[in-house]
Structure formats: C-alpha cells, structure tokens
T-cell receptor, first 115, second 111 residues
C-alpha cells in the first residue's frame, strides 16, 4: 500500500517571495514521484517527475523538487513566485513495478499568490 | 495534439436518471482511469482499465460502472445517480511507467 500526505491545504505567499510545498509519502516498494498543477477550471498538468538519477528535479515554470529517500519527502520549491502560479498543486506516487502500478494522489495544496 | 477529451464538461441532472460521461484519448494508451475530486479529499480513483475488456475497481467504485470496448474510449456510467455523486470527475490515460494525461474535467451536479 502507498499513501501521500500534503500537510498544508493552503499556502498564501507574497508575489516574488519563495515558496515550498511539502509532500511526504509512504510505500513498501520503490516509487516514482510526481507533482501536478491544476489551474482553475482545468485538468491536472504534469509539473515535474522523479523517476531515477539526480534527486533534484527541475520542472516547468521554474519549479523544482528534491527527492529525499531517508525522509520519504518530495517537496516542491520555487525561488520567486508569480501571480500566475496561483493554483492547486498535487503530489503523487506510483509504484515502479508490478502489474498496474497504481497512482496515488495527495489531497492537494492551494497556493495563493498575493500581489 | 495529444489529448484526453471528456464530455460533457458540465451537467445538472436529477436523482435516478441514468447518465454517461464519455472519455476518449488519442495517444494509444493502454491504461485509463476515472477519478473524482472533492474538496479536501484530493483525487480518488473510481475505476481503471489496463487494456480493452480489462477493468477493475479503484478506491471508490460504488454507484459507478465502466466499459472498455475500444482502446481509445472509457465511458463512466452512473446507472442511478444520487446527490453524493455530485463532484468533479476526471478521466486520465497513460502508457506503462508514464505520467497521467488528464482531461479537462466534468462537473456533475445531481439534485
């Protein structure tokens, strides 16, 4: 079984300030890790993914995330946010092997960028 | 353009009136899924399919049916909708070991 915890349901931050959105996961097997972004009235778009290799992963729109295996975390960061980053962000995990490789999502974090 | 298309985007209906939400993908993906999104609960998987004629229950399958007669289509069927099925629904598809591609969502209101 696997699970994803996003402890912060909402994160307000001023424009041009840095932000970190936290994600912790639990799994008995190896996993791939993902961050998705959902803008209002839209579906989810892939922001970045960790499959293997370097633990620092860079994604679109200036976001990056770091995989920390010992802390089972995959926190999302951006050094300077823009108004257009206002959206809901979902962390997700997927088993690396097995038949179906189910994807499990966290409950989401709403990022509100304040002008 | 690679995409997952859901229809309708919005629907208001009444309890007990059967409805179908269609989903189609043009990426030749084997795997397709339906999710519902509710405030504070994130995305919960309803059903998934690993290929044509292969479907299985997700975490919240009660009250829903699916079929996969063709690789590109994966309709979600509510035989007798109830108000607790009012939600935002997403269809997604992917290849093996790949990220999900999502549709734009279907907002269902069941009165």
């Amino acid at each position: 079984a696997q699970s994803v915890t996003q402890l912060d349901s909402q994160v307000p931050v001023f424009e041009e300030a840095p932000v970190e959105l936290r994600c912790n996961y639990s799994s008995s097997v190896s996993v791939y890790l993902f961050w998705y972004v959902q803008y209002p009235n839209q579906g989810l778009q892939l922001l970045l993914k960790y499959l293997s290799g370097s633990t620092l992963v860079k994604g679109i729109n200036g976001f990056e995330a770091e995989f920390n295996k010992s802390q089972t975390s995959f926190h999302l960061r951006k050094p300077s946010v823009h108004i257009s980053d206002t959206a809901e962000y979902f962390c997700a995990v997927k088993q690396t092997s097995g038949g179906y490789q189910k994807v499990t999502f966290g409950t989401g974090t709403k990022l509100q960028v304040i002008p | 353009e690679a995409q997952v298309t859901q229809n309708p985007r919005y629907l208001i209906t009444v309890t007990g009136k059967k409805l179908t939400v269609t989903c189609s993908q043009n990426m030749n993906h084997e795997y397709m899924s339906w999710y519902r999104q509710d405030p504070g609960l994130g995305l919960r998987q309803i059903y998934y399919s690993m290929n044509v004629e292969v479907t299985d229950k997700g975490d919240v399958p009660e009250g829903y049916k699916v079929s996969r007669k063709e690789k590109r289509n994966f309709p979600l069927i509510l035989e007798s909708p109830s108000p607790n099925q009012t939600s935002l629904y997403f269809c997604a598809s992917r290849g093996p070991s790949q990220p999900q591609h999502f549709g734009d969502g279907t907002r269902l209101s069941i009165l």
